[in-house]
């Protein structure tokens, strides 16, 4: 038998299942509340019967296709090729994510992945307090607090800093839901506690000028998260001149092949973060975050606020 490559235009079968995945309760942040994930599985077959797979979970507030949208995107195909897989178009970034991770899924070594340091998304609110102890009692030491959420928000945080043992850290992040003069505060009480790794987000996107200047004044460092959904708007923010932290959600962000070539080009400090994704696309991420070695807490520590 000869080894003969085949020519890349064989189509893989495709076929797409819509699925939905409630949290335990719902997780609040500054935008509402969200009670069930939904998105939808893909998998590509080839002419030898391989199957593998990808996961398309859209998260529309930070610039990805809705489900909607990615589900009509799907029904053009039932059979999809390595070219068109490539030449999926930059609006459908958690298309571009799925089908990339399941190409790669048919010749890829997976990494060893247990032992990650993973960043434990705790309850906004007072219900903290008597949360982070079960992620610490797992040996977590990153957690993770949304602020601009509840009022007394200032007061649960100065008892947060003095419960949490020496070698923890906390990340707050305000999903763009603060005024200026608020992010100061913030930023005045992240300063002073030792504690804070840093803030995602303080304001909405279209004030990146003014979280320039907050970057400059205060020494806990700002990571931009709804800032850069997608990773055009990434590679827009660092040549505007953006040097903090980057939140990378690699589900929404788009081709896992432009990541890399973005990662080549720029020294970037990221985060890899969580959508809420099954396993099938948090493997795909964690790949990534592992070739790409990130030495941040990575933002998946959320599988607590799932049933199962
Ligand atoms: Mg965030």
Redesign the pocket.
Known sequence: MTNKQLPITIPYQLAITPYEKPFRQPLKTSYGEWKTRQGIIISLQDTAGNISYGEIAPLPQFGSETLEQALSFCSQFSQITETEIYEIPEQFPACQFAFESALERFSRTPIYQENLQLSCLLPAGKQALETWQSGWKQGQKTFKWKIGVFSQEDSWFEQLINQLPDDCQLRL?A?GGLTFSQAEQWLQLADASGKVELI??PLPPNQFQQMQELTVKYQTPIAL??SVGTLRQLENCYQQGWRDIF?IKCAIAGSPRYLRQLCQHYKLDLIF?SVMETDVAREAALQLATELSSHRALGFGVNHWFTD
């Open positions: 992040d999903n995602e987000q998260d709804e939140v973060s």
